[in-house]
């Protein structure tokens, strides 16, 4: 996978827009389209001269802020569609990769039965062989010949008839049990090898169905990126338009920030209420800020934050041994400094700058920066996400460190709580 930790910070982890993805699945392949449409170019967008001009006239104003609430929509509804699209790669590369587990499962225990029915077959086949080696022994077919010639009253005759009856049961028998176990670990072993090569197919449907997962989030992070790059500016744009009062241009950029810093707080916000909520009903689980052998959680005011440098190599153990050091010192805030506060996605916005990945702020921006992992891949280092509401940094021991909620500190949970996934960083 493509490295693009050295990329332009502006731009983080950008990758391609999608435009049409296929999921592959079982030994055929299911062709699913997930559409993503391409965000207006740059040039699309107005300028703070284009609204000063739209003011200047009553239909220009309006056009304009039709224009401006159809390109706020477009941009939302960009997100929402490359969302969807993510999700369903996501749900169709994990129905791709049971299809596979269980494809492996069929094979391995198809190629086991098989050598299980080739040993019972050899067994099979040495004892008709030492049931040859018998008749050779005793003159071959004048065994019969010698049972009846050999009896002298009819008393062992009949013994003798029997015992040949008997003699022929068994080698009969014992025949057509080998050709049977014969024929059975033929049967398994071209069933196995039916079953190895469907496997072949599963694979690649599998690796196929994750690497449209992987552009389909890619197209999420797009379609962020775009919209984070304009959304504030055009709601300052339009606010500006619908209020009959002028607006200079320093005030306009001064705006621009506040809009950002808005939509900021207000996800913050709503993930420390959704981090308290969750974990109100089982504080021992963990919680927003649970129980810590690392500390954290409402500690006194600390002293100054002097930050030790993070190891020179990016690695999983070396985020989470930098974060570490943020544990009971750094408070919760709107932040993304140690020396002022971190905000949920502030923390792991600080951490990962430091090692030379860049990530936007808010919970769904930076979810979508990367791939998503089940719970037994997941690694330290990876991100662990509480949909559009927390997001913390997974310590790979099945804890997380987490800037929990008002009031409390940076903090070493050493379980996870409530409804989450793991995404690992592209």
Same mark, same amino acid.
């Given at each position: ?5 050295s990329?332009? &910070? ?10 049409a ?40 104003? =309006? ?85 009846v ?19 022929g ?30 496997? =072949? ?71 420390a209420a959704a981090?308290?909520?969750?974990a109100? &009903?089982?504080?021992?689980s ?8 690392s ?18 190599s ?53 979810? =979508? ?30 804890g ?27």
């Amino acid at each position: 996978m493509t490295d693009l930790r050295s990329r332009d &910070p502006r731009l983080g982890r950008r990758g391609p827009r999608v435009l049409a993805l296929t999921a592959a699945l079982g030994v055929g392949i299911l062709s699913t389209s997930f559409l993503v449409t391409a965000p207006a170019a740059a040039t699309d967008y107005p300028s703070w001269s284009d609204v000063q001009a739209a003011r200047a006239s009553a239909d220009g104003k =309006a056009a304009e802020v039709a224009s401006i609430q159809s390109l706020i929509a477009g941009l939302q509804g960009q997100v929402a569609a490359a969302q969807a699209a993510a999700d369903a790669a996501w749900t169709a590369d994990q129905a791709a990769q049971a299809a596979l587990a269980e494809g492996q499962r069929k094979a391995d225990a198809l190629a086991a039965q098989a050598t299980q029915a080739s040993a019972t077959a050899d067994q099979s086949a040495k004892r008709a062989a030492a049931l040859a080696a018998d008749f050779a022994r005793s003159a071959g077919n004048d065994l019969t010949s010698r049972l009846v010639v050999s009896g002298e009253g009819s008393g062992d005759l009949l013994y003798q008839l029997s015992a040949m009856s008997k003699l022929g049961e068994t080698s009969q028998g014992i025949l057509e049990k080998a050709k049977q176990d014969e024929n059975t670990a033929a049967s398994l072993s071209a069933q196995a090898e039916v079953a190895k090569g469907e496997l =072949a197919d599963l694979a690649a449907a599998a690796d196929a169905s994750v690497k449209a997962a992987v552009e389909a989030q890619q197209g999420v992070q797009a379609a962020l990126i775009e919209q984070e790059s304009h959304e504030a500016e055009l709601t300052v744009q339009l606010a500006a338009l619908q209020s009959d009062s002028a607006m200079t241009e320093q005030e306009y950029q001064a705006g621009v920030e506040a809009e950002k810093q808005r939509k900021i707080e207000a996800e913050q916000q709503a993930a420390a209420a959704a981090a308290a909520a969750a974990a109100a &009903p089982a504080p021992s689980s963990g919680g927003s800020g649970g129980g810590s052998s690392s500390g954290g959680g409402s500690a006194p005011a600390p002293a100054p934050v002097v930050v030790t440098p993070p190891a020179p190599s990016y690695s999983g153990d070396a985020v989470v041994a930098f974060a570490e050091q943020f544990v009971g010192v750094v408070p919760y805030g709107w932040g993304a400094d140690p020396s002022d506060s971190f905000g949920c996605d502030g923390l792991t916005q600080y951490v990962f700058k430091q090692f030379g990945i860049y990530l936007p702020r808010t919970v769904s921006a930076q979810a =979508a920066m990367g791939v998503r992992v089940s719970a037994q891949s997941a690694q330290a280092g990876d991100l662990v996400v509480w949909p559009g509401a927390h997001i913390g940094i997974y310590d790979g021991q099945g804890g997380v460190i987490h800037s929990p909620d008002w009031g409390r500190y940076v903090t070493h949970a050493s379980g996870l709580w409530g409804s989450y996934y793991f995404v690992r960083l592209l």
